[in-house]
């Protein structure tokens, strides 16, 4: 039986999606979150064999909970649900560690084989984004995006930073000294040839890679 934690800060999106999976015979929906501090805690309750997670999120969005439900021992898979068309984004994702990105308008059968997928090992990315993927890396073999040039820690400092949380705060939350999250900023910034903070959030946000609503 594949276990299924559902995070979406929609009741009647996961009162949706649990309707759809509850006669697939070999899953069960053991939790659901509203946000991602909450999937974090529950994921840690319930051990999900995989989580179906929406992107925007209120708090510390869907990119931050990925990177910190990754960390997790044995971390689950993750199945991003979301509306995002973009290429970027569920390239970048995958990047960071999810297992699949599944479009919201993908049907049941969709749904259910690709969780049955990412639960057995594998990546499974929806249709309709393959292209989008597949043309993101084509033109970045000549054209790197400078969103997919930052490292895992960077991208976690600048969604922190994002949401108005301090340097110091962050070194103390990711046990780090002041000094190298002041590295990290600074790499990030040379990275998106931005000179401020403020900046390099903007390109972060028009990239669709930082949510900073709720």
């Known amino acids: 039986m594949i276990r299924v934690l559902l995070v979406d800060d929609h009741d009647i999106v996961r009162a949706a999606i649990k309707s759809l999976l509850k006669d697939a015979k070999d899953i069960n929906v053991v939790g659901e979150s509203s946000n991602g501090e909450d999937a974090i805690r529950v994921t840690r309750e319930v051990m999900p064999d995989v989580v179906i997670m929406d992107l ?106 994002a949401h108005s949380v301090k340097r110091h705060e962050i070194a103390k939350n990711l046990y780090l000294s002041k000094k190298t999250i002041d590295g990290y900023v600074s790499k990030a910034l040379k990275k998106l040839n931005a000179n401020t903070e403020a900046e390099a959030v903007r390109i972060a946000i028009e990239s669709g890679l930082i949510n900073t609503d709720g």
């Open 56 to 161: 925007n999120m209120p708090g510390m969005g869907g990119f931050e909970a990925v990177m910190r439900l990754l960390q997790i021992k044995p971390a689950p898979k993750i199945l991003v649900l979301s509306t995002y068309t973009s290429g970027l984004v569920p390239a970048r994702l995958l990047d960071l560690g999810a297992s699949g990105y599944l479009s919201k308008r993908a049907n049941r059968e969709e749904m259910i084989c690709a969780i049955q997928a990412v639960n057995a090992g594998k990546r499974y990315i929806d249709q309709s984004m393959e292209k989008a993927i597949a043309s993101l890396h084509i033109g970045l073999q000549n054209n790197p995006h400078p969103m997919m040039q930052l490292s895992e820690r960077e991208l976690q400092v600048l969604i922190m930073i």
